[in-house]
Every structure is written in structure tokens, then in C-alpha cells.
């Protein structure tokens, strides 16, 4: 008799803890894809982050030498995609949706033409600015904005003319 209570007991038990272990376990979400420059070649090394509607970044990756990503560990939502530039802008964007019976997604994210024009000139800015307050190289800012063009998978070309003044 006290073997049978005691095993209904520990049965019990067991059974009372299945509805705390059911409300811990959450779909998790992915969301997955691949990020492109203007000109459709893969964006190597740049960040991708994932923004969810409060506006909140709730994840983010580095693409591969292929571009492509992956942000898992999410919940339930729609979410912004969006695609980081060298200098810090975003240069692509997406949306993505994650439900309860699909909690997967995957997603294609361009640069556009119009943020990548405005990463570069940012770049290239930064560039000037530091040569007339102290002297940066020439050398400095053409790396600069081939830094920000590769970061963007532009190509950048920059052309110097020989001219009269004095070297520095």
C-alpha cells in the first residue's frame, strides 16, 4: 500500500510539471538569406541586422564570402532586414514575417543605388574633411573610398591630375 501511494505520488508530480515544461518551450525562429550590391554580386562581410516593430535590433549576422546569412533565435513578428555598409548605413533593406506555423523565412537583399551613392560620398567626405583640418594622405582617401565601394560591392575609380603645387 505505500509503495502504490508513493508511486502515485511520484507520478503525480511528474505529470503536474508537463504544463510548465510545455510553456517554456517557444518556436524559434529563422530567418535566412543572401545580400547583393547594385551590381548583384554578393556582399562579402558586411553586417546584416534584424530589427523587430518596436524598432529594437534582436539579432545579426556577417555574411559569408557569398553573401548569404543566417539570424536565428527569434520569435513570432515581422521584421526589417537591413543591410549594413561599411561606414555604418544602411544600404539594403527587406522585411521578413515569422509566424507560428511557418517560423522560418528566407530573404534577398539588394543595395540600393541611391545608399550606396550616399555610403560612398560619406566616405569620401570624411576623406576630405581630414585633409583640410591636418593633412591626410591622398593615398588615405583613395583607400577610403575603395574601402567604402568594396564595402558596398561597387567599384570605385578615382583619378588624380598631376598639377604645380608643392608635394607636402
Known amino acids: 500500500?505505500?509503495?502504490t501511494l508513493s508511486l502515485a505520488l511520484a507520478v503525480l508530480f511528474a505529470l503536474a510539471q508537463l504544463p510548465i515544461l510545455g510553456a517554456q518551450a517557444q518556436a524559434?525562429?529563422?530567418i535566412s538569406g543572401t545580400a547583393t550590391g547594385t551590381n548583384g554580386a554578393a556582399l562579402a562581410g558586411v553586417t546584416v541586422q534584424?530589427?523587430?516593430s518596436a524598432g529594437t535590433v534582436v539579432g545579426s549576422a556577417v555574411t559569408t564570402a557569398t553573401g548569404s546569412f543566417s539570424?536565428?533565435?527569434l520569435a513570432a513578428g515581422t521584421f526589417t532586414v537591413n543591410v549594413v555598409g561599411?561606414?555604418?548605413a544602411v544600404i539594403g533593406t527587406s522585411t521578413a514575417t515569422l509566424t507560428a506555423a511557418a517560423m522560418t523565412a528566407t530573404v534577398g537583399v539588394s543595395a540600393t543605388a541611391a545608399a550606396?551613392?550616399?555610403a560612398a560620398g560619406a566616405a569620401a567626405a570624411a576623406g576630405g574633411a581630414a585633409a583640410a583640418a591636418g593633412g591626410?594622405?591622398?593615398?588615405a582617401v583613395v583607400a577610403g573610398v575603395g574601402a567604402a565601394a568594396a564595402g558596398i560591392g561597387a567599384a570605385a575609380v578615382v583619378a588624380t591630375k598631376g598639377d604645380a603645387?608643392?608635394?607636402r
Open 1 to 3: 500500500m505505500k509503495r
Open 28 to 30: 524559434v525562429g529563422i
Open 50 to 52: 534584424v530589427v523587430n
Open 71 to 73: 539570424v536565428s533565435g
Open 86 to 88: 561599411a561606414s555604418g
Open 116 to 118: 550606396a551613392a550616399a
Open 136 to 139: 591626410i594622405s591622398t593615398a
Open 165 to 167: 603645387s608643392p608635394a
